[in-house]
């Protein structure tokens, strides 16, 4: 018996797709369903490492999570992980197969169905349910020939569709009434429900907006999903989650962190352990601000274009402000990109990032990184070196850094290999793991050092509580047993030759 499956799709990007599926998941695991997230096409430089030794976009890692399953590649099969305006790597079944433009992309999309559908069907002969996530808007008919992502995924699955709408920044009854309009009618007769999402007051005043969406699309409303203030607990795929820690006047005086914001920033969930941690502040530094006298310690975060990104840092005049941090005694803290930023210098023979080039680094590392070889993708654990602080976290790197500052590595992963450097005075450091901060002991010591009072955050059983409260508030919201009777069970198509 194959699974029963439902696509949650958009009226637009950022209208609670990725927390929808994610409670929901977490709502029909509780009830004994063994549940599946799946995303066709993802676009984020916020990747996490699966079981199997790929990466995926990090909403399926949470909504694997929530569900009480090890993340899988074909969880998410086609991952596009932007690095510049107009192009961007595209990873499938968790591995690298190219850097395209976009119009090269969308010529490419076709022949991606395959993989897309075989990850389907192995989902399905393992699951009760497979959630489906679509992306963006259903609603781009410019993009629609060879879409994956959508209701070309769909119609090709045989997926009924729920379409979910957000109130929050207005215009829902148009978005979700012209959705309808503009789509051909083979694409509409897919959508057979609808949610308002993110719905704030008195929910008996939008009775009348129901009704009115109801009438003109021929959709079952499925609930109105007030706003669920705490989804800021959980980690974030889109960059501009960003903007509402973004530097400004100083809200309080507890010990400060600032992270650079550059454009390709990547991963930077690994400081939602920090964000959430109220013995510290944290500010995320976007180009045109000023890095902030009062910062303790600085972090230069992971990057999907590390050559481009440095550049951007020295535009913004980061590297100025970064010498006179180090001057005043600060710390600072570089992870994977950030990590090969401050060393010596970065080359890429090879043209991963774009034209083969070598650049200078910032100097404050005795490392030189190259960008080449297979891409490092794997959980890793271990200890500061020297203190022995455990850690748990990840590796997702192209590169290599080598020199004599590899003589005083930050850490030692199990088995004895060590990772990263530190400076002579111990202040400045780079790694290439991933999530040091959501261990409570490795937090910690980071803390201690800039001065930060102790840390009472236990960042696992927090995210594990956040899914259980979101779950109780869909649960409250929307007529889940209405949406699970418009899932249907089918046997998914197999793949063309």
């Given amino acids: 018996m194959t699974a029963r499956a439902i696509m949650l799709a958009g009226t637009g990007s950022d209208v609670g797709k990725s927390l929808i599926v994610a409670g929901l998941a977490r709502l029909f695991t509780r009830h004994g369903l ?25 909403a399926q890692a949470l ?58 069907r192995l989902l399905s002969e393992e699951a009760d349910l497979v959630l489906v996530e679509g992306a963006g808007s259903v609603a781009e008919v410019n993009l629609r020939g060879g879409d994956i992502a959508n209701l070309g995924f769909a119609r090709a699955a045989g997926v009924p569709v729920v379409l979910i709408g957000d109130i929050d920044r207005g215009g829902v009854i148009a978005s979700l009434v ?36 109801a009438a003109r699309t021929g959709w079952t409303p499925l609930g109105l999903v007030s706003y669920f203030a705490d989804a800021r607990r959980l980690p974030a795929e889109d960059a501009l989650a960003l903007d509402g820690y973004a530097a400004g006047p100083r809200k309080t005086d507890k010990p400060l962190i600032a992270v650079l914001a550059y454009p390709h920033i990547s991963n ?37 274009s590390t050559i481009a990104d440095l550049g951007a840092l020295r535009a913004a005049g980061w590297d100025i402000d970064l010498a006179a941090h180090i001057r005043r005694g600060g710390h600072v803290l570089g992870v994977c990109g950030g990590y090969q930023m401050l060393g010596r210098s970065v080359s890429d023979p090879e043209g991963i990032e774009g034209p083969a080039q070598t650049v200078a680094g910032l100097g404050y590392l005795d490392v030189a990184t190259t960008l080449r070889g297979a891409k490092a993708l794997c959980e890793v654990q271990g200890s500061s070196w020297g203190t022995g602080t455990p850690f748990a976290g990840y590796e997702m790197h192209v590169g290599e850094s080598i020199g004599p500052g590899t003589d005083r590595p930050l850490l ?86």
């Avoid at 352990?273 to 601000?289: K, M, Q, T, W, Y």
């Avoid at 508030?473 to 209405?482: G, K, N, S, V």
């Fill in 34 to 58: 063994r549940v599946r997230p799946f995303k066709p096409q993802n676009m984020s430089n916020n990747a996490a490492v699966t079981a199997d030794g790929g990466e995926i976009g990090r």
């Fill in 268 to 304: 930077f969930d690994d400081f939602d352990p920090l964000r959430l941690d109220e013995s510290v502040e944290i500010v995320f530094v976007h180009p045109g601000a000023v890095l902030p006298a009062a910062a303790q310690l600085v972090i230069l975060p992971g990057s999907k």
């Fill in 412 to 497: 030692a992963i199990a088995g004895g290999r060590p990772d990263g450097a530190v400076s002579a005075d111990g202040r400045i450091a780079g790694c290439y793991v991933h999530g040091l901060f959501a261990h409570e002991a490795q937090r910690a010591a980071w803390l201690e050092r800039i001065g930060a009072a102790g840390s009472r955050l236990d960042y696992a059983h927090d995210l594990e509580a956040t899914l259980d409260r979101l779950a109780d508030h869909l649960a409250a919201h929307i007529d889940c047993e209405a949406l699970l009777g418009l899932a249907r069970s089918q046997t998914p198509p197999s793949p063309p030759l």
């Fill in 63 to 120: 909504q694997a999570r929530a569900a009480m399953v090890a993340p899988t590649v074909h969880m998410n099969p086609v991952l596009l992980k932007p690095q510049s305006d107009t192009g961007a790597q595209v990873v499938v079944h968790g591995k690298i197969v190219g850097c395209v433009e976009s119009a090269a992309f969308l010529a490419m999309r076709p022949t991606l169905m395959a993989p897309v559908l075989a990850s389907f």
């Fill in 178 to 213: 012209g959705t309808r309009a503009v789509l051909p009618l083979e694409d509409a007769a897919m959508i057979e429900g609808f949610l308002v999402n993110k719905f704030r007051g008195d929910a008996k005043l939008f009775d009348d907006g129901m009704s009115a969406i």
